[in-house]
Structures are given as C-alpha cells and as structure tokens.
C-alpha cells in the first residue's frame, strides 16, 4: 500500500481537531483527522449534561488560566462566540442561555457533533477512526506518521488530542509525549473543573449532608493570587462539589485552604443578633430560616447547648461566633476527584514556545497544539469549547496547501 501524502494531518477528533479540519478543508487542503477512540467526540456528548455548553457570549481572556495567561487573547479575538453562535445557526440548531452566559443546545449535544462532521464533509475532511498513531517522526517534506492504516506523509501536523481528563472515554497523553519528543516543555498538568475530598474522619460531620445545595461564595489564596467565585455549592459524601467548586479548584494548590461564606451577601450575626429582640424559638429554629435546615443542624449539632436554648438566651458572642464561623469556613481540601471526574485538564503544551497567531511550534515549522493539551484552561461555563474553537481556527487559517 503506497503512503498517503496530505497537507495536513490532525490528530484528535474533539472538538478542537472537528473544527481545524472543517476550516482548513474548506479552504481547499488536503487534510486527515486521526482519532484512537472508537466513538466520536466523547466528550463533546456528555458535555453540558448532554446537551452540550458549547459557547460562553461573554468570553474574555480573564475567564482562562494559564502559566502565559496573556497567549490565548489574539485566538480568541479573532473567532469569537459570535461566530460560533452563527456556524450554530446556518445549521438551524436551536439554543438557549442558561445562566452567566452560558449557551447550551435545545435538544442534544449530538446536533454540535453533527454539526462539525457535516462542516468536515464540506471540506472533504478523509477521518480515520479508530486509528492509533504508533509513531512520527520529521521528514524531508514536513511529517511522516507511522499508524494502524498505513504510512502517512504530511506537510503539516496539528495535535489536538486533549488533556488526561476523563481516561474511560479515551483520554490520553499523547499530545504531551508528542511535545517533549519534539522538544518542548509542559507546564505541569492537574485535574481541574473538579470536586475536592477531604479526610473522612475529619468530614464525617458533613457527610450527611449529601445533596444539600446552597449559592456560596468561595475564595482560595492570598493577596495578589486570591481568586474567588460566587456560585452553586454542593455537599457530597466525600466532600463538595457544584459549580462553586469546580470553579475554584483550577485555582487551589494542594495543601491549601479554601474559605466559604454560606451566606453570601448578608449579614447573618446581625439577623441573629436583630432577631434575639423578639424571637422565643430556639436557636436551631431560628438558624433554619436563614440557611437549609440540614445544614443548621448539622452545624449546631457539636454544640447542643446552643442548639436547645432559645435565641434570647444566647450570649451575643456566641451568637457573632456562629455567623462567622458560617461566612468565614475556612477548610483544607485533602485532594482532588483526579482525572477520571475532572471536567478538564490545567496545564499542559508551554505556550511561551507556541505562536498566539497561529498555534505553531516555534522550535518545530509545520508543528501545531490546539485546544486542550495547551496550556490554556477556561473557567466552567462554555470557555473550554470557546478556546477549542478560537484556537482550532486560528490554526486552520494559518495551514498552507501544497
């Protein structure tokens, strides 16, 4: 079988790869999309409970961490939400915002990854899949890949192989052992998007609350590093979870703290001390107007001697120490879900080695890493895909043919 000699070859068909190929494709190159996993754009599928998140309309470069954090502006200036928005459009899919700008289909996910294979067949994308690539190399004319279907030479190679998030849908890290092979550093990887654990014994008293949601305020670092989000927190048996702190753990370091306001935008030692003025119920009653009754049980419970008198029986110390201790929690989170329920992958490709315009290696000519397995990591909301789009596109325009 002779080789298959292409302008371009993309290995990784997400979203970033999908998006590359269309763009370049239909700009007349000749292009091949490589993928190992057998089902296609796993993760675009269960994305956004199924309904995928594809955009954000308010995507800033503020709403990304990066060790380079000012890389991602040019992409993402230049293929904004508001084009993908109209890619979405022109193929009549139905939308809707849900919350802070988060856009997510009517109906299913599966529309955006038909959307994406049908904007490939426009292009005349030729995909191979399942096919693994067992290696690559340099050659005289650009690369030559050594996969399951053959030899294949091409002028230029596009890794779009994602993170290490979510191993059992085919996550891998080929893209950063393709980097370091070509020479470039990685900024080092961790989960991110994820729900944090704490020690069991330590926990035991919140365990219970399993399922209890309440918005939050939750906050981690110091100073200049101190980043906080305002969000849906959720108590799970391990520890918490909810957007509140999927947000937040892109940002926490292990062996840190975090700090929760249970009470956000109030003044509870106020409410309680206001209310001790009149009020002849007990101090786990009246506790339980102000936040879940699950949750005030659970708190008082060390302290049922607090718990049993009535509000007007309660010192005012007493009662200022329980709001504070209820709007300044601060605990140390003792890992991380780690990959397998991580939304993402922080870290990754080191941009400072990568062209902002166009992805491309400035070690390796003809080279290119989009999406995920740079080192470009967007808030929960919609900013993954967006950079996945901008940075895909930022490539295609930038392939030549032949």
Known sequence: MSDLIVDVAIVGAGAAGLHCAAIAGQRGLKVLLIDHAEKLAEKIRISGGGRCNFTNRDTTPANFVSANPHFCRSAL????????????????????????????????????????LRECEAGSV?????????????????????????????????????????????????????????????????????????????????????????EASIETGDGKTRTSFLEDLLFTHRGLSGPAVLQISSFWRAGTPIRLDLAPGRDLGA??????????????????????????????????????????????????????????????PQATEGYRKAEVTAGGVDTRELSSQTMESQRVPGLHFIGEVVDVTGWLGGYNFQWAWASAAACATALTAT
């Open 77 to 116: 200036a230049r293929y904004t939400p508001a084009d993908f928005i109209a890619l979405v459009q022109r193929h009549r899919i139905g939308w809707h915002e849900k919350h802070k700008g988060q856009l997510f289909c009517d109906e299913s996910s599966d529309e955006i990854i038909s959307m994406l």
């Open 126 to 214: 030729t995909r191979w899949q399942p096919c693994g690539v067992q290696a690559l190399q340099r050659s005289a004319g650009g690369f030559e890949l050594d996969t399951d279907q053959g030899v294949v030479l091409a002028k230029q190679l596009v890794i779009a192989t994602g993170g290490l998030s979510i191993p059992k849908i085919g996550a891998t890290d080929f893209g950063y052992r393709i980097a370091r092979q070509f020479g470039h550093p990685i900024v080092e990887t961790r989960p991110a998007l994820v729900p944090l654990t704490f020690d069991p014994v330590s926990w035991a008293p919140f365990a219970a609350l399993s399922g209890l949601s309440l």
């Open 271 to 332: 409410e309680l001390l206001g209310a001790k003025q009149s009020s002849r119920r007990k101090l786990a009653n009246e506790l339980s107007e102000l936040i879940p009754k699950r949750l005030a049980e659970a708190w008082l419970a060390p302290t049922p001697e607090l718990a049993d008198r009535t509000l007007a029986e309660q010192r005012d110390r007493d009662l200022s120490q329980l709001a504070a201790r209820l709007q300044h929690w601060e605990l140390k």
